[in-house]
């Protein structure tokens, strides 16, 4: 009894590592899925003490099934971040190739005694299953996550639960079959089926995958060319504080030569309403210019100082539309994050386009230590840009920073 129990132990720890390794994971990993672990020989010898007692049988089965599926959820929430509906759809996988890995090797073994009149040593089952998870790790198991993460909306999970019980049933069909009197036919219909569902299962996967992405990509292709279109009203708001500021300064200093006596101190509060807001940058591209003073005022409005030393020769090879909505997208994550520091005297952003080392080097940093999600918009769009350009981004929490760093090939 001791070897069916560490048998079934290997098929479940293994299926459950398998697609576990791929994801993200909690900061103590290593102790919670030892404890997993732990907790799945307790199972085996559960359900192996309980074939023991009563036989195997049909209802057994399918209960022994739905307890591991369900245990596999709770383990996989314990061990990952993921939502329920994440883990449920993970354990169901975990099943179907725990239970896969097991019947393949039972196909094999009785192929060849009974057929191919061969002896397979008891060693050759950790090996072919090593193979055959390690197969799944690195095809499977890799590239159906996004970011980490299963992504599982009620279609994909209620599709993902029918498609296991039909693999169930299918098991069912296969539980009787052993010996010399095995139906060859039932038994290559039901293991086809199997593997049906596993395909099917997979393809699904991909199919919600490509779906989701496509949105993402409508949504990132909207806000992508609002953003574009917006620069040319940015450019004419620019245009015309810039006038109304450079007109008041000559009605203040008209007002200072005809009427000396006036109020002194009400005038240089004009002066200084009017400076506040002539915030033109210079900085030799005109594109560059408009987001600047754009993004400054905006800083202002908010509190943060922006200080930038911009080449905008740097970047004259973005077309308009790319080089406003970069800059515009660098500056709203910048500033989003200067909002979260709680001291205003550090409320900064040091913004550099420099020409180095034959690259273009753009780089904004916020005196904190909360990262950006990677999920936001702004920094999708920065790395649509930034890719479409060949070049490289990197964001990054160090020294008390929080920079975005961009690469361009000079």
């Given amino acids: 009894m ?4 560490l048998s079934a132990w290997v098929y479940m ?9 791929p994801l993200k994971r909690r900061p103590d990993f290593a102790r919670r899925a030892a404890l997993c672990f732990a907790a799945d020989l307790a199972l085996a010898a559960l359900v192996m003490a309980g074939v023991n007692r009563c036989g195997l049988s049909v209802p ?28 449920v759809y993970c354990a169901v996988w975990v099943l179907l190739v725990a239970e896969t890995a097991h019947e393949l090797w039972l196909i094999l073994v009785w192929a060849a005694q009974h057929r191919l009149h061969w002896t397979f040593l008891p060693g050759w089952q950790p090996v072919t299953l090593v193979l055959y998870y390690l197969l799944l790790r690195y095809t499977a198991a890799r590239t ?3 970011e980490g993460i ?12 029918l498609l296991s019980a039909i693999f169930v049933v299918q098991s069912v069909m296969l539980l009787f079959q052993r010996g010399e009197d095995v139906n ?33 990509m409508d949504m990132l292709n909207l806000l992508y060319e609002r953003q574009r279109r917006q620069y040319l009203v940015a450019r004419k708001n620019v245009q015309l504080i810039n006038k109304r500021c450079h007109d008041l300064k000559v009605q203040i200093a008209d007002l200072r030569r005809l009427a000396p006596s006036a109020a002194e101190a009400q005038l240089r509060e004009a002066e200084a309403a009017a400076a506040a807001y002539d ?15 754009e993004k400054t005022l905006l800083c202002q409005a908010d509190g943060i100082r922006l200080h930038s030393v911009a080449d905008g020769a740097c970047v004259r090879f973005l077309e308009a539309g790319d080089l406003y909505t970069l800059f515009s997208n660098v500056l709203d994550v910048c500033i989003q994050q200067a909002k979260t520091v709680p001291e205003p005297e550090r409320r900064m952003i040091d913004l550099a386009v420099v020409h180095r080392q034959g690259f273009a080097v753009i780089s904004a940093a916020v005196p904190t230590q909360i990262a950006a999600p990677k999920e936001d918009y702004p920094l999708k769009v920065i790395h649509r840009i930034v ?3 060949n070049g490289v981004l990197t964001c990054e929490c160090a020294g008390g920073f929080y920079t975005v760093k961009i690469l361009f090939p000079g």
């Avoid at 299963?150 to 639960?161: A, K, M, N, W």
């Avoid at 915030?279 to 003073?293: I, P, Q, Y």
């Fill in 387 to 389: 890719e479409n350009h």
């Fill in 150 to 161: 299963y992504r599982i909306g009620p279609r994909q999970l209620v599709s993902g639960l």
């Fill in 184 to 216: 060859a036919a039932l038994v290559v219909s039901a293991v086809l089926t199997q593997l049906y569902c596993l395909t099917l299962l997979y393809m699904q996967t991909e199919l919600f995958k490509k779906s989701a992405m496509k949105k993402e």
């Fill in 144 to 146: 159906m996550p996004q």
């Fill in 2 to 5: 001791m070897v069916m129990v």
């Fill in 60 to 87: 057994g089965f399918v209960a022994a099934s739905a307890g591991f599926m369900v245990w596999s959820a709770v383990a996989t929430r314990l061990c990952t971040p993921m939502n329920t509906s994440g883990s």
């Fill in 13 to 21: 720890a293994g299926a459950q590592l398998c697609f576990w390794l």
């Fill in 279 to 293: 915030t033109a940058a210079d900085t030799g591209n005109e594109v560059l210019d408009v987001v600047l003073t």
